[in-house]
C-alpha cells in the first residue's frame, strides 16, 4: 500500500508566482514512474487572508483551500493545512518557488524509505546577497542550543515529514518563526532530521526599506519562538 502524501501550501499575497508554482506540482512524479502522475495525493492551498488574486489563481489548481479571513501568520497557515490534511506524509512547501518547485519530490523518498522523519531543504547560495545574515546566524544558534542538532536551513520553508513529527509538536508558532520551532520540537524527541540541497529559487527580500522591515519583523518571530522554546524546557526541568 502507498504511503499518502499530503502536499501544503501557506500563500499571502503570492498571485505572482502561486499559479507557476502549482503548475510545477502538477506533472512531477515520484522517482520517475511516469504511470503515477502526480507524485501527491492530495494539494492543499491555504489563503492567509491575501488581498490580490492568490485565492482565484489557486482554485484553478486544485480544490483543497482553506481561507483565513485575515492574516493570521505563516505558523497558523501551515496548521490549518496540517488539520486538513489526511496524508501520512506532509509536505509544505512555499508559494514563490515558481517552476523550480519541480524539485519538491526529492525531499520525499528518505521519509517514504524510513531514512529520515523530516527532511528540509537547502537552498543554493544567492548571487546577490541581501541583508547581513543576521536571522540565520541565529535561527542556527538557537537550534543547536534548544535542539541540540546542528542544521544549516532552519528558517527553511520546504521539508517533509511523517505526520507522527507534527502530531507532536509542542506548539505551532504563529509567524516566521514556526520552521526553527519545528526543527527544535522534532530534534527534542529524537526524530531524524536530514538536509537536502535542492537547486529551489525564491523571491529574496531586496536591500529597500520593505525588505529590511519584512527582516526585522521574521528576526523577532524567530527570537519569540526561542524564548518560547526555552520556557517549556525550564518549566520540564522543574
Known sequence: MRTAVSVIIPAWNEAERIGETLFALQAQPLGGDEKRLPFWDELIVVDDGSTDDTL???????????????NEGKGAAMESGFRLAKGDVILFLDADLGHSATHACKLLQPVLSDLADMTIAVFPKPVNRSGLGLVKRLAQIGVRRLGGCNVRASLSGQ??????????????????????????????????????????????????????????????????????KRRVSFFQRR
Open 159 to 228: 521539508r517533509a515529514m511523517k505526520r507522527e513529527v507534527l502530531e507532536r509538536i509542542v506548539r505551532f508558532e504563529r509567524g516566521f518563526g514556526v520552521e526553527v520551532g519545528l526543527t527544535i520540537d522534532a530534534a527534542r524527541q529524537g526524530f531524524r532530521i536530514i538536509e537536502i540541497e535542492l537547486p529551489f529559487v525564491h523571491r529574496y527580500t531586496g536591500n529597500d526599506l520593505a525588505g529590511w522591515l519584512h527582516r526585522g519583523k521574521q528576526l523577532c518571530s524567530v527570537a519569540g519562538a526561542f524564548w518560547r
Open 56 to 70: 482565484r489563481i489557486a482554485r484553478s489548481f486544485t480544490d483543497r483551500l482553506i481561507r483565513h479571513p485575515r
